[in-house]
């Protein structure tokens, strides 16, 4: 869930072509429950900063609904203070990943926090 187009699509270009994963794009939090609902996704990449529904409180909501609970999350997030980074992971995320990123270790990154979830 991102909503920066050209940060979907680097991270599409990226995960398209470097792997088989299929990839559901949403563009805020809202569309990415319903999605997640919809589709049960091995993992979810959330932005932190996204109109409508943060990424925190979509984790919330994910975290809340029993057919989402369990689904790994991944934040994708821009440089954020000590203090917010570690609010970020007091909430449990498989990982975060700060913007900008390196593409060609994205996936690696993906890999590391799923196994490790």
Known sequence: ???IPDIRFLVRATIEGLTDWELVEAEHGREGIRLAQELAPDVVLLDVMMPELDGPDTLAAL??????????IIFITASVQAHQLQSLRDLGPADIIMKPFDPMTLTKRIEAALDGS
Do not use: V
């Not at 975290?63 to 790994?72: E, F, K, S, V």
């Open 63 to 72: 975290r809340a609904d029993p057919t989402t609970a369990d689904i790994p």
């Open 1 to 3: 869930m991102e909503d």
